[in-house]
């Protein structure tokens, strides 16, 4: 499968100053902000989630990139959370995160988000942030995010949005020309949420970087 000029990025300095960045949430919010018109807050905001699953629970994140959702997880919690990527480059971030916040249990894969070697219902909790903007095919990775969370299993990601602001849309525009993915529309993205089985798909704000949430369909017996 093709990898986007986004995955390839992530490999070289690009990787290095947004892993920088992501960290500082003061410097990101300003960054998305002054940059991008876009508000940042709700990213860091709805990692809250990861601090109430329940013990024994099992939290996938994809793309963990540096692991900058580790910061809400607890050294003594009681859970297994598998931090996968398709970057080398990232997963060493994130290795070296862990070790920096005492979070010797998190495991980490390789894996691309459009098939990801993990097992159907295997995921209590799915975190999927800034990943599905990077990819030419989001939609096979909503797939893959839904096969592998259990019925009832809860779903929380972030994703750039088409609609936005002026200046979003005029860097979109920058991107696409030079052959990057163009992010998905709140309508497309909610469309195939559902289509993947995520019960009534809430996506907040409806424009710029927006927080996705939803649960998966429970199976009759
Ligand atoms: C914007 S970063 C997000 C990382 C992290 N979740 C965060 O919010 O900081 C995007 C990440 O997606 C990874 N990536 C790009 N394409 C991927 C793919 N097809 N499968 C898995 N990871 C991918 C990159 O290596 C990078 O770490």
């Given at each position: 499968m093709r990898v986007s000029q986004w995955s390839d990025m992530f490999a070289g300095p690009y990787g290095l100053i947004y892993d920088y960045s992501i960290e500082r949430e003061w410097l990101m919010r300003a960054v998305g902000r002054a940059v991008?018109?876009?508000?940042?807050?709700a990213l860091y905001a709805s990692m809250e989630v990861i601090g109430r699953v329940t013990d024994g629970a099992t939290i996938l994140d994809?793309?963990?990139?540096?692991?900058?959702?580790?910061?809400?997880?607890?050294?003594?919690?009681d859970v297994r959370y598998i931090a996968a990527d398709l970057s080398e480059e990232m997963l060493g971030r994130a290795r070296r995160r862990a070790t920096q916040q005492s979070l010797s249990r998190v495991e980490f894969a390789v894996a691309d988000m459009r098939a990801l070697p993990f097992a159907d219902e295997q995921a209590d909790l799915f975190l999927s942030y800034n990943?599905?903007?990077?990819?030419?095919?989001p939609e096979r990775a909503v797939t893959e995010i839904a096969r592998c969370l259990k019925p009832g299993g809860e779903l929380v990601g972030t994703s750039l949005l088409a609609e936005g602001s002026w200046q979003q849309r005029a860097l979109i525009g920058i991107g696409r020309r030079r052959g990057f993915p163009v992010p998905p529309s709140r309508r497309d993205l909610r469309r195939w949420l559902a289509a993947a089985g995520i019960a009534e798909p809430v996506i907040e704000p409806d424009h710029g970087l927006a927080v996705f949430r939803g649960h998966k369909e429970q199976t009759e017996d």
């Open positions: 991008w018109g876009i508000d940042m807050s994809v793309p963990c990139g540096g692991g900058v959702a580790f910061r809400a997880l607890r050294p003594d919690q990943g599905l903007h990077m990819l030419e095919d």
